[in-house]
């Protein structure tokens, strides 16, 4: 390994320069460990393999730092659970959940996961592959929109990572754009799926960490069935999730907001969002028609009605752009390459109108039990702050709505009887 001599970065060992510092590289046992900025684990070996270098980022579980693994001379990306985590037995088991689903899955869009241990000084370390790139949180921050080609491209890998999972019956429940991860290559990203901590297993002999009317994830990407705690929550929640982030990454803005967590939840299990074409107009990059089909089936309340699988809501979203094949045939397909197709037909996309399809507006209202519920309490390590008192059952007002609606109804039947 070589490591640059300024910042304290590890790289491998056909590397030549630091790209953050433009120093060039020397050898990991030459370069000395960065500040400590009084962090005691810097410099320190933990579980007698692990040499912390530096500090990477702080979570609401961790902390998370780069590491130098003397037994396999390789960087890892360690996670370390601060203190109050450490004494939370639910969140520690979390996080020893995190890891032992990700020994389950090794595909090459989820991120691997080596080890997972005590640390000697009171806390538990999970150590990772060190991923060079940016979360997709970082990635939207700078450039507010992103390309077509580059959504479908990142939507196909990881609807081939969650795949895996959904076909395991494990439910990933905290899909977010802070919990993708894009790797940049020649050929466009590497995404990989981060932080199986929040998953739910729906196998039948599986543990259970979650009071029964508890929601856990993030409110911006959250189906309706997740919103209100319910047990039926399966995979189709993630596909409202992976909606909600291809919404975002057209438009600039996430389908459902609102000052307070609650108020998000209530706007999810009452509104339909803007239509993706509308809320992208005048964006860079224009939005076909057919896409505001696919994430409409996306957004469906009732997971009943949604689209069935991540895969094909994949799938649908790249032939809404003209695309031939699958997600299959995107995920290693040069970025630029499915550009230049997206490009020759999206004029002849633009000036296809898209009828409506009877009844697709309605679909929040009525079945498979999904409706105007209470909200359950969330969990989540966000900033939003989740307040009590947000309104239970139905409103007051829907039932004589209805029945006063039914009457107008008779009343004109009956006027019109007598004019004919």
């Not at 090459?108 to 060190?130: I, N, R």
């Not at 491209?153 to 993708?180: E, S, T, Y």
Request: net charge negative; aromatic share 6%; with cysteine.
């Amino acid at each position: 390994m070589k490591a640059c001599p300024d910042c304290g970065r590890l790289y491998p060992p056909d590397s030549g320069f630091c790209p953050v510092d433009g120093r060039q590289l020397i050898s990991v046992s030459q370069a000395p460990v960065a500040q400590s900025g009084g962090d005691p684990r810097i410099g320190v070996m933990l579980c007698g393999r692990y040499q912390v270098r530096r500090v990477v980022a702080d979570g609401g579980m961790g902390r998370v730092y780069e590491a130098l693994d003397v037994q396999s001379q390789r960087n890892v990306a360690l996670k370390v659970l601060h203190p109050e985590v450490t004494n939370d037995k639910v969140a520690l088991e979390r996080f020893k959940r995190e890891f032992e689903v990700s020994q389950l899955l090794t595909h090459k869009h989820v991120v691997e996961v080596y080890d997972f241990q005590p640390t000697g000084d009171g806390s538990y370390v999970l150590a990772m592959e060190f991923l060079y790139g940016e979360e997709l949180r970082s990635t939207l921050k700078r450039e507010k929109t992103l390309p077509p080609s580059r959504v479908i491209r990142m939507l196909a890998q990881l609807a081939a990572g969650l795949g895996d999972a959904h076909a395991r019956r494990l439910v990933h429940r905290d899909l977010k754009p802070d919990n993708i991860f894009l790797c940049q290559t020649s050929d466009g990203d590497n995404a990989k799926i981060l932080d199986f901590g929040s998953v739910k297993d729906k196998a039948d002999n599986a543990k259970k960490l979650t009071v029964m009317g508890t929601t856990i994830g993030s409110p911006y990407y959250m189906a309706p069935e997740q919103a209100q705690g319910l047990e039926t929550l399966d995979h189709r929640a993630d596909v409202w999730a992976l909606a909600a982030i291809v919404y975002e990454c057209l438009t600039g803005k996430v389908p459902f907001n609102g000052p307070t967590g609650p108020s998000i939840l209530l706007e999810i299990l009452t509104k339909t969002p803007l239509a993706v074409t509308q809320a992208a107009a005048g964006g860079r990059y224009p939005v076909p028609p057919l896409v505001d089909r696919v994430l409409s089936r996306g957004f469906q309340k009732s997971p009943a009605l949604r689209t069935e699988s991540v895969a094909a809501l994949a799938d649908q979203l790249g032939q809404a752009y003209g695309l031939e094949g699958n997600h299959v045939d995107w995920l290693t397909q040069p970025e630029a390459e499915l550009q230049r197709i997206i490009e020759a037909k999206l004029p002849q996309l633009m000036a296809t109108p898209l009828p409506a399809e009877p009844g697709e507006a309605m679909d929040g209202f009525f079945g498979d039990g999904v409706g105007l519920g209470a909200l359950a309490p969330v969990v989540d390590d966000g900033p939003l702050d989740f307040a009590p008192g947000v309104p239970r059952g139905m409103p007051k007002w829907l039932i004589p709505a209805v029945i006063v609606g039914m009457v107008m109804m008779v009343l004109l039947a009956v006027v019109l009887v007598f004019v004919m």
